[in-house]
């Protein structure tokens, strides 16, 4: 089988566990033809036309607007695909692509990675689940554009949304990562018997290479508190920020890494931690290795916890990275989270915003080895379920199901 995935930049040498990365990889391990098209920008890790990464041969484009004539002729020129895989429902290259298959009547399936970072959708990014989401708002037709257009003459906007959305429903199958996921498609009009549900995934040895902890963490002696994600407020970094006083009182030897690629807010972080008079407790690191990465983990795992205090998730990656690697976890109760942790069980929740919470969460599993070892176990069954084999044969199925059609 000959697969196509177009995507945004989610196949780079530098982003070794993006879901779109793992898939082309696994594909084409199993044998399968794989090949795929991405955004070209200016960066390192998009900059070169043609890359072969993991034996997948990647030709990036550049886009003017939703129009890319490198696109159409890369489209056309290479061999025809069995079935061609769309990533990120925002993908600018979905539109053009999606018309050209049909056209060729070669099968489409999409997964959009997170619904509610969606602008349209959602009022606030940071705090979506803040504010009902306005599915009104959402053009996924020329009926729905019309109709958008006689309400408001906005021509600009309108066309923007219609190209956004427009392909969810032009699809042959719909992959969607959660039960939420699949709630918010069928609202937007996806019809149920193309949806499908399939888990981003994680390689089962992602963590055997090389690995070593920072320099700036490698003195810590007592229980690590760990925050590795972006510093977004749709990440929550402040709200552990805002429990370290609470999670101190308890324990008064626990320390804190914030690792983040994206420190967007980081002099907020700094303020909090000052703030509370931890500034000496909380070491600061602008990005971390895959091996890194592991080794924080691991280190965690023998006496802390991992904590992803998030106000949204498109899925969860870091969680079920954090599992692998038998280190408890502590995240919020909210859609897509409350797929992945079972109170309790593989780890633990707390309310949204709710400080308090998160603290007398991270002071459980600090304080309570049986808990941790509870929920460490618990998180190593867990991910059985997310590895890439088991992932992998689902999309198999898929793809074999959309070509019969």
Same mark, same amino acid.
């Given at each position: 089988?000959?697969?196509?995935?177009?995507?945004?930049?989610?196949?780079?040498?530098?982003?070794?566990?993006? &879901?779109?990365?793992?898939?082309?990889?696994?594909?084409?391990? +199993?044998?399968?033809?794989?090949?795929?098209?991405?955004? !070209?920008?200016?960066?390192?890790?998009?900059?070169?036309?043609?890359?072969?990464?993991? /034996?997948?041969?990647?030709?990036?484009? !550049? !886009?003017?607007?939703?129009?890319?004539?490198?696109?159409?002729?890369?489209?056309?020129?290479?061999?025809?695909?069995?079935?061609?895989?769309?990533?990120?429902?925002?993908?600018?290259?979905?539109?053009?692509?999606?018309?050209?298959?049909?056209?060729?009547?070669? &099968?489409?399936?999409?997964?959009?990675?997170?619904?509610?970072? =969606?602008?349209?959708?959602?009022?606030?990014?940071?705090?979506?689940?803040?504010?009902?989401?306005?599915?009104?708002?959402?053009?996924?037709?020329?009926?729905?554009?019309?109709?958008?257009?006689?309400?408001?003459?906005?021509?600009? +906007?309108?066309?923007? /949304?219609?190209?956004?959305?427009?392909?969810?429903?032009?699809?042959? +199958?719909?992959?969607?990562?959660?039960?939420?996921?699949? *709630?918010?498609? %069928?609202?937007?009009?996806?019809?149920?018997?193309?949806?499908?549900?399939?888990? /981003?995934?994680? =390689? +089962?040895?992602?963590? @055997?290479?090389?690995?070593?902890?920072?320099?700036?963490?490698?003195?810590?002696?007592?229980?690590?508190?760990?925050?590795?994600?972006?510093?977004?407020?749709?990440?929550?970094?402040?709200?552990?920020?805002?429990?370290?006083?609470?999670?101190? @009182?308890?324990?008064?030897?626990?320390?804190?890494?914030? #690792?983040?690629?994206?420190?967007?807010?980081? #002099?907020? %972080?700094?303020?909090?931690? @000052?703030?509370?008079?931890?500034?000496?407790?909380?070491?600061?690191?602008?990005?971390?290795?895959?091996?890194?990465?592991?080794?924080?983990?691991?280190?965690?795992?023998?006496?802390?916890?991992?904590?992803?205090?998030?106000?949204?998730?498109?899925?969860?990656? &870091?969680?079920?990275?954090?599992?692998?690697?038998?280190?408890?976890?502590?995240?919020?109760?909210?859609?897509?989270?409350?797929?992945?942790?079972?109170?309790?069980? /593989?780890?633990?929740?707390?309310?949204?915003? =709710?400080?308090?919470?998160?603290?007398?969460?991270?002071?459980?599993?600090?304080? *309570?080895?049986? %808990?941790?070892?509870?929920?460490?176990?618990?998180?190593?069954?867990?991910?059985?379920?997310?590895?890439?084999?088991?992932?992998? =044969?689902?999309?198999?199925?898929?793809?074999?199901?959309?070509?019969?059609?």
């Amino acid at each position: 089988m000959k697969i196509l995935i177009i995507t945004t930049n989610g196949i780079t040498t530098t982003f070794q566990s993006w &879901p779109e990365r793992l898939q082309a990889r696994g594909l084409a391990q +199993r044998g399968y033809e794989v090949w795929a098209i991405t955004y !070209r920008g200016k960066q390192d890790f998009n900059r070169l036309e043609r890359e072969t990464i993991d /034996n997948v041969e990647v030709r990036r484009v !550049r !886009r003017r607007g939703w129009l890319s004539v490198g696109l159409a002729q890369a489209l056309l020129s290479g061999p025809k695909p069995d079935v061609v895989h769309l990533h990120h429902l925002s993908n600018q290259l979905a539109f053009e692509s999606a018309i050209i298959c049909k056209l060729r009547r070669i &099968p489409l399936v999409m997964t959009p990675h997170g619904f509610f970072h =969606d602008p349209y959708l959602v009022i606030d990014r940071d705090r979506p689940f803040a504010y009902p989401a306005r599915y009104s708002e959402m053009i996924l037709s020329l009926g729905q554009f019309v109709k958008a257009m006689f309400k408001q003459f906005k021509p600009k +906007r309108h066309l923007k /949304n219609y190209l956004n959305h427009s392909p969810l429903l032009m699809m042959d +199958r719909v992959i969607v990562l959660s039960r939420h996921g699949k *709630d918010v498609a %069928l609202k937007l009009g996806v019809k149920e018997k193309r949806l499908a549900i399939v888990p /981003n995934a994680i =390689d +089962r040895d992602w963590a @055997e290479g090389e690995s070593e902890l920072p320099p700036e963490a490698r003195g810590i002696d007592g229980p690590l508190v760990l925050y590795l994600g972006q510093f977004k407020y749709r990440k929550g970094f402040d709200l552990l920020a805002k429990a370290i006083p609470a999670i101190l @009182e308890k324990c008064p030897a626990a320390r804190f890494v914030f #690792a983040g690629h994206s420190p967007i807010h980081e #002099a907020e %972080l700094i303020r909090l931690a @000052e703030n509370a008079k931890a500034r000496d407790k909380l070491i600061l690191l602008h990005s971390v290795s895959e091996g890194e990465k592991a080794a924080l983990f691991r280190r965690a795992a023998q006496s802390g916890v991992y904590v992803l205090p998030t106000r949204y998730e498109g899925f969860g990656i &870091p969680l079920i990275e954090a599992m692998s690697l038998g280190c408890p976890v502590v995240s919020t109760d909210i859609p897509v989270i409350d797929e992945l942790i079972k109170d309790g069980e /593989n780890g633990l929740l707390f309310p949204l915003e =709710d400080v308090n919470g998160l603290a007398a969460a991270v002071g459980r599993v600090l304080q *309570d080895v049986g %808990l941790r070892h509870k929920l460490a176990e618990g998180g190593l069954e867990t991910v059985k379920n997310f590895f890439t084999p088991v992932v992998l =044969d689902q999309l198999e199925t898929i793809y074999r199901e959309v070509r019969r059609k």
